[in-house]
């Protein structure tokens, strides 16, 4: 028989849910991470980043992102600020460190330690969700029950990759990744019925878009600190500062005043689009770098950030349409517009060789209109 109070506390809290210090400071161990995988973005060779270490961006940033979403996910619907949680949540942290310290590009010399981190923060939220499911009700029992006891299937696929060396060592253990990150997808039946509290995934996902913001403002100090302080590196670092300016005011200005955040969602728009946006920020913040120092080639270099950027103008649009009021959902004529004058920059990029301050200008204007066009 159902509980009346006990719905009535759930409500109160998907209402109430704010996030915690513990919460914040957990996102500050992730920085280091985040800034290790950006870093390989940086290895240039002959004027390009090797596919290889593109490749390696992208399987080094998955683990990082699926991990701290699954700890995100768990605190959203059934985390309560209890001196078990925070137990749980110190725990993690020591794990994260672990993984943190052997994230490289040398995955051989690493695997051990890096596994160990990852399987240590998965197994923790996945043990979370089983302590949680006995003291639920109804729809949030069950769904707590699916993600506790599916989610060691990946963990167990993972561990396999223990007992394999090379190529097939890696591809077991991004299989079991995979099927982790497929489970809620997967599971979405159960999910539903357990919406997940819009208003503090959106802060979340938020606070984490901030720290990659930083990544970027990072990119300035590096610009103005690896020459001599002359009229173009000052202007860049000019244009560049009024660029992510622009992205913040976009990104922000919709997670504030644009989207519904009482939507009873499963969330997944949110959690998978971030992925997106999220490699795209730092592709962002590897392209100012890599812009100011003329690593690479004309070609590569275009390549490059218009596909940073691009990707990151699909994802949040996507994101936010899902999620808007829906008399303020943007409309073809408006992404017309803004891929229109995205071409527009490419060709003239393409026809005319420009400076580099002139190609982040460009951006800069991209942002500024994106921000204004959907805001």
């Not at 002959?46 to 992102?65: A, N």
């Not at 605190?75 to 001196?83: I, K």
């Not at 992205?247 to 959690?271: D, P, R, S």
């Not at 017309?336 to 990029?349: E, H, K, P, R, T």
Request: net charge positive; hydrophobic share 55%.
């Amino acid at each position: 028989m159902n509980n009346p109070a006990s719905g009535l506390h759930h409500i109160k809290a998907m209402v109430e849910k704010k996030v915690t210090w513990l919460e914040l400071f957990y996102d500050l161990l992730f920085v280091a991470a985040v800034s290790k995988a950006s870093h390989v973005l940086l290895h240039v060779h002959h004027g390009t980043i090797p596919l290889e270490y593109l490749s390696k961006f992208v399987l080094i940033f998955i683990p990082i992102w699926w991990a701290w979403v699954g700890q995100s996910l768990f605190v959203n619907r059934f985390g309560r600020d209890s001196t078990s949680h925070r137990v749980f949540l110190i725990l993690q942290l020591f794990f994260v460190l672990i993984m943190t310290a052997s994230l490289s590009v040398d995955f051989d010399q690493y695997f051990v330690p890096f596994l160990i981190g990852y399987l240590g923060l998965r197994a923790m939220t996945a043990i979370q969700y089983l302590a949680v499911h006995k003291k639920e009700e109804d729809h949030r029992r069950i769904t707590a029950r699916y993600l506790g006891s599916r989610f060691w299937i990946g963990l167990a696929i993972s561990a396999l990759s223990l007992f394999f060396d090379s190529w097939i060592r890696y591809a077991v253990l991004y299989a079991g990744i995979m099927v982790d990150i497929l489970l809620p997808l997967l599971g979405r039946k159960y999910l539903v019925r357990s919406p997940i509290n819009t208003h503090h995934l959106l802060e979340r996902f938020s606070l984490f878009t901030l720290i990659l913001l930083g990544e970027s403002v990072i990119s300035i100090l590096t610009v103005l600190q690896s020459s001599d302080w002359t009229w173009r590196s000052i202007l860049f670092a000019s244009l560049t500062f009024l660029l992510i300016i622009a992205m913040w005011w976009q990104y922000f200005e919709n997670v504030e005043k644009k989207v519904n955040k009482a939507l009873e969602t499963a969330g997944q728009t949110i959690i998978y689009g971030h992925l997106f946006i999220y490699l795209s920020l730092c592709m962002i913040a590897a392209s100012i770098q890599l812009l100011f120092l003329e690593q690479l080639n004309y070609g590569f270099m275009l390549s490059f950030i218009f596909g940073s950027v691009l990707l990151y103008f699909f994802s949040t649009s996507l994101v936010f349409h899902k999620y808007r009021h829906a008399h303020q959902r943007l409309k073809i004529a408006h992404l017309a517009v803004f891929l229109g004058l995205l071409a527009v920059f490419l060709g003239l990029n393409l026809i005319f060789e420009v400076p580099n301050y002139v190609i982040i200008g460009e951006m800069m204007l991209f942002f500024a209109v994106y921000a204004k066009g959907s805001t």
